[in-house]
């Protein structure tokens, strides 16, 4: 029987986190994700009267989403990060050349409390294994979210993306195969399970505000990198990101620090730096840092002033 009674948003609504959470993991992109739950919620609505009452609402509501990222990443490039695009830069200077927003993983704010979120592993928000799902087929990929990450029953899963148990069976297999001999050189720089002490932040801060070239290269590992999306240029080793850091000491002196979250609730810094009036600093980039032997091991450098926004970061500070 077609189910003839209004669409339920408040259902939608308890729904919502979760599916942010499912299309950044397919996505590499919180804004893109955040388009696609809208577009889910449209179709949903639109298309109520065909939804059965025998059927589970959830798995019907995550069909759409489904639908909705694999669509679109049969017309998108692979999103990556620089450490897995390029060999680090032989030669050090002001980086000019940028790849669009849409080459790049993001990092993400919390998706919202949902009881769900108690479920869903923390370590499958790494930056790391976004950049590494994006290395699966678009159905492999909603595949493995859904049972590794969401651990969803196969029978939910092929019920979801309208394929049989046993296909569903089949794709996660050949997943987990892709991701086992993957070798990517974010995931060999990520200890992530480890975030940083936060007296390593405290110095890493310091050091930098004060633009102390020698006091911020003694923090990072001796093979330790910095990476810059937009920019495709990364940098690996003290004396090369000492040499970077005094190439644009003009852009970064004077810069300022607010402490964040991103990926599920891991502690990141939001750069600001000197704008044209000389009593306010305005966003730069989101620095994730990594660690390795409580030193820094890889700072990604996400430069995109949208990110503050949607972090729930102020769009100006004063000195």
């Given at each position: 029987?077609?189910?003839?009674?209004?669409?339920?948003?408040?259902?939608?609504?308890?729904?919502?986190?979760g599916l942010t959470s499912f299309c950044y993991r397919m996505l590499g992109?919180?804004?893109?994700?955040?388009?696609?739950?809208?577009?889910?919620?449209?179709?949903?609505?639109?298309?109520?009267?065909?939804?059965?009452?025998?059927?589970?609402?959830?798995?019907?509501?995550?069909?759409?989403?489904?639908?909705?990222?694999?669509?679109?990443?049969?017309?998108?490039?692979?999103?990556?990060?620089?450490?897995?695009?390029?060999?680090?830069?032989?030669?050090?200077?002001?980086?000019?050349?940028?790849?669009?927003?849409?080459?790049?993983?993001?990092?993400?704010?919390?998706?919202?409390?949902?009881?769900?979120?108690?479920?869903?592993?923390?370590?499958?928000?790494?930056?790391?294994?976004?950049?590494?799902?994006?290395?699966?087929?678009?159905?492999?990929?909603?595949?493995?979210?859904?049972?590794?990450?969401?651990?969803?029953?196969?029978?939910?899963?092929?019920?979801?993306?309208?394929?049989?148990?046993?296909?569903?069976?089949?794709?996660?297999?050949?997943?987990?195969?892709?991701?086992?001999?993957?070798?990517?050189?974010?995931?060999?720089?990520?200890?992530?399970?480890?975030?940083?002490?936060?007296?390593?932040?405290?110095?890493?801060?310091?050091?930098?505000?004060?633009f102390d070239i020698n006091a911020l290269v003694a923090l990072f590992h001796?093979?330790?990198?910095?990476?810059?999306?937009?920019?495709?240029?990364?940098?690996?080793?003290?004396?090369?990101?000492?040499?970077?850091?005094?190439?644009?000491?003009?852009?970064?002196?004077?810069?300022?620090?607010?402490?964040?979250?991103?990926?599920?609730?891991?502690?990141?810094?939001?750069?600001?730096?000197?704008?044209?009036?000389?009593?306010?600093?305005?966003?730069?980039?989101?620095?994730?840092?990594?660690?390795?032997?409580?030193?820094?091991?890889?700072?990604?450098?996400?430069?995109?002033?949208?990110?503050?926004?949607?972090?729930?970061?102020?769009?100006?500070?004063?000195?």
């Open positions: 029987m077609m189910n003839a009674t209004a669409f339920d948003s408040e259902l939608f609504e308890s729904y919502k986190p992109s919180f804004d893109d994700a955040d388009d696609a739950v809208q577009e889910t919620y449209i179709r949903a609505w639109q298309s109520w009267s065909s939804f059965r009452e025998d059927s589970s609402f959830k798995t019907w509501v995550y069909r759409i989403a489904s639908n909705l990222c694999i669509d679109k990443l049969r017309q998108a490039k692979r999103r990556t990060l620089p450490v897995d695009l390029n060999d680090p830069a032989a030669a050090i200077i002001a980086p000019t050349e940028t790849l669009p927003d849409s080459a790049w993983v993001w990092p993400a704010p919390d998706f919202g409390h949902n009881p769900e979120d108690v479920l869903v592993r923390k370590d499958t928000l790494q930056l790391c294994f976004i950049a590494l799902l994006q290395t699966l087929p678009p159905r492999q990929r909603a595949v493995l979210i859904l049972k590794d990450v969401f651990e969803w029953t196969s029978k939910q899963i092929a019920e979801s993306l309208g394929m049989s148990p046993a296909a569903a069976n089949s794709a996660l297999q050949r997943a987990r195969e892709t991701l086992e001999r993957t070798q990517l050189r974010s995931d060999e720089f990520s200890k992530m399970e480890t975030k940083p002490d936060p007296d390593l932040l405290s110095r890493y801060v310091e050091a930098f505000e004060r001796e093979e330790g990198c910095m990476s810059m999306p937009p920019f495709p240029m990364w940098i690996r080793g003290q004396e090369d990101l000492a040499k970077f850091y005094e190439i644009t000491r003009w852009h970064c002196v004077g810069s300022k620090f607010l402490p964040v979250t991103v990926n599920g609730g891991y502690p990141a810094l939001a750069q600001y730096m000197p704008s044209k009036e000389s009593s306010v600093l305005v966003p730069w980039g989101i620095h994730v840092i990594e660690v390795k032997d409580n030193r820094v091991f890889h700072v990604q450098n996400f430069i995109n002033a949208k990110l503050f926004a949607r972090l729930g970061l102020p769009e100006q500070i004063h000195r």
